[in-house]
T-cell receptor, first 115, second 115 residues
Framework: GNSVTQMEGPVTLSEEAFLTINCTYT??????LFWYVQYPGEGLQLLLK?????DKGSNKGFEATYRKETTSFHLEKGSVQVSDSAVYFC??????????????FGKGTLLTVNP | NAGVTQTPKFRILKIGQSMTLQCTQD?????MYWYRQDPGMGLKLIYY???????DKGEVPNGYNVSRSTTEDFPLRLELAAPSQTSVYFC??????????????FGPGTRLTVT
């Protein structure tokens, strides 16, 4: 079956530090990959996505590259802000498996950015 | 456009009580989902629906029921609440219709405690 493994948290950084949150996956077909963000007290919202190998998703200064050879989709940001404090979820949607409308989520990584 | 709305925001139930979590979307989306989020465990799919009158089980359906009589509404029913159902519940939706990995739109969540 499909699975997503992401870096255990919590992660605590100072403002302007570099962020990496690791995510690896297993899938039976050709997945699309996503990063969702959950701010305190809110639902999840899409941060970025990539639909095929070597695609780079980017949004709000965050980036992630779909690496098929290492089955990874690591999230990076060059300079984090206090407002980036949130829980980040890596997820996949597997087209080949006939479940392209279902997402498999990682456990989430809590990021806290201190001023 | 309100997006995906959920009621109530918070609820405390006694063991054995029943309740219905409401979910409504105004985007004319075909696909709707119910997830539960437990601390450190990511999101688990409870039930989903591909259209009015069609529902199917996700990973963790036991103890829950759903119905989909309209495109807009997808209520989740807990018949005999148990402490193991203490969680945050999220409803989500996507347009569906073609094999494209759509962004899932999430509601703000319902925090349920069973004591």
């Amino acid at each position: 079956g499909n699975s997503v493994t992401q870096m255990e948290g919590p992660v605590t950084l100072s403002e302007e530090a570099f962020l990496t949150i690791n995510c690896t996956y297993t899938a039976t077909g050709y997945p699309s990959l996503f990063w969702y963000v959950q701010y305190p007290g809110e639902g999840l919202q899409l941060l970025l996505k990539a639909t095929k190998a070597d695609d780079k998703g980017s949004n709000k200064g965050f980036e992630a590259t779909y690496r098929k050879e290492t089955t990874s989709f690591h999230l990076e940001k060059g300079s984090v802000q206090v407002s980036d404090s949130a829980v980040y979820f890596c997820a996949l949607s597997d087209l080949q498996g006939g479940s392209n409308y279902k997402l498999t989520f990682g456990k989430g990584t809590l990021l806290t950015v201190n001023p | 456009n309100a997006g995906v709305t959920q009621t109530p925001k918070f609820r405390i139930l006694k063991i054995g009580q029943s309740m219905t979590l409401q979910c409504t979307q105004d985007m004319n989306h075909n696909y709707m989902y119910w997830y539960r989020q437990d601390p450190g465990m990511g999101l688990k799919l409870i039930y989903y629906s591909v259209g009015a009158g069609i529902t199917d089980k996700g990973e963790v359906p036991n103890g829950y029921n759903v119905s989909r009589s309209t495109t807009e509404d997808f209520p989740l029913r807990l018949e005999l609440a148990a402490p193991s159902q203490t969680s945050v519940y999220f409803c989500a939706s996507i347009p569906g219709g073609t094999p494209i990995p759509y962004e899932q739109y999430f509601g703000p969540g319902t925090r349920l405690t069973v004591t």
